[in-house]
C-alpha cells in the first residue's frame, strides 16, 4: 500500500548533527501512515457515505500525532541548535539580548536571582541561555503565532515560510487539533439543531484532515531545511582542515 506522507528530505546519517531531528520526522511520518493506513483498510470495499466515529478516530489521531511530533521536533531544534546559532548570527544573538533586557524590566526580583546564579557559574551566559530555551519551549507549541516567535528566536526567515496563505492553512489544522484534544471533538454548542441525523460529536472528512496533517508535516520540513541551510551558510559542524606548516 502506497504510504499516505513521504518526506521529501534527503535521509541523515547517524552521525550528522541532524539525525537526531530528522528521526523525529522519520517517527512522525512513519505513525501518522500506520494511522492512515488503518482507516483505508477498514473503508475498503465501502461505497460512499460517510465514515463512522470510530473510523474517524483515525484520521482524528492522524493529525493528533503530526502536531505532536512537529512540537518534539521544534523543540529539538531549538535546544540543540540555537546556542550553536547565538555564537555567530547576529539576529540570533539581538533576539537574546532583547529577551534579556526584557526580563530586567518585567520581574525584577527574578532576574537578579538569575544575575547570582550567573555570577557564580563557570559559564554565566549559559544561565540565561538555559531560561531563555525553557521559555520557549516550557509550553506546548501548537500555534503559529509560538511557532513564529520560537523560529525568528533561531533567525529563521518566517516570512519566507510563514506566508500568509501557509499561516491560515495552519491556523485551521491547529484549530481542528485543539477541538480533538480539549474538547473530544463533541458538539458542545447548545445552539445545534438536534434533527435527524443530528451527532453528537463533529464531523471530520478524511480529505480536509490529510490536508491538515500535510500542512503539519510540511512546515516541519520547511524547518529543518531552514535550520541546516543556517548551519550551512556558517559552516557549522564542518571539520576545519588543519593548515600545513610551510617549509
Known amino acids: 500500500m502506497k504510504s499516505f506522507y513521504k518526506i521529501s528530505l534527503s535521509a541523515e546519517k547517524e552521525n550528522s548533527i541532524f ?7 522519520t517517527k512522525t511520518a512513519e505513525s501518522v501512515n500506520s494511522f ?7 473503508r475498503s470495499g465501502v461505497k460512499g457515505g460517510p465514515s463512522t466515529h470510530e473510523q ?21 531544534l531549538v535546544k540543540n541548535k540555537l546556542p550553536q546559532l547565538l555564537d555567530v548570527d547576529k539576529d540570533v544573538q539581538g533576539k537574546f539580548k532583547e529577551y534579556v533586557k526584557r526580563g530586567i524590566k518585567k520581574d525584577e526580583k527574578e532576574i537578579l536571582n538569575t544575575v547570582a546564579l550567573a555570577l ?11 531560561e531563555y530555551i525553557k521559555n520557549m519551549t516550557g509550553d506546548s507549541l501548537q500555534s503559529v503565532s509560538e511557532l513564529k516567535r520560537v523560529s525568528e528566536a533561531s533567525g529563521i526567515d518566517t516570512k519566507k515560510i510563514f506566508t500568509d496563505k501557509k499561516a491560515n492553512t495552519l491556523k485551521d489544522a491547529f484549530i481542528a487539533r485543539n477541538q480533538i484534544i480539549h474538547e473530544m471533538d463533541i458538539n458542545i454548542s447548545d445552539s445545534t439543531s438536534r434533527t435527524t441525523g443530528y451527532r453528537t460529536r463533529r464531523q471530520r472528512k478524511a480529505t480536509v484532515m490529510e490536508k ?22 556558517y559552516k557549522i559542524g564542518v571539520e576545519k582542515k588543519p593548515k600545513i606548516a610551510k617549509t
Open 19 to 25: 539525525y537526531d531531528e530528522y528521526n523525529i520526522l
Open 36 to 42: 492512515n493506513a488503518l482507516y483505508r483498510a477498514g
Open 56 to 76: 474517524q478516530d483515525l484520521y482524528r489521531a492522524v493529525l493528533v500525532f503530526a502536531c505532536a511530533g512537529l512540537d518534539v521536533f521544534v523543540k529539538q
Open 120 to 130: 557564580i557559574d563557570q559559564t554565566p551566559r549559559n544561565v540565561f541561555l538555559n
Open 212 to 233: 491538515h496533517t500535510k500542512s503539519i508535516l510540511g512546515l516541519a520540513e520547511e524547518l529543518f531545511s531552514a535550520y541546516k541551510e543556517k548551519f550551512q551558510k
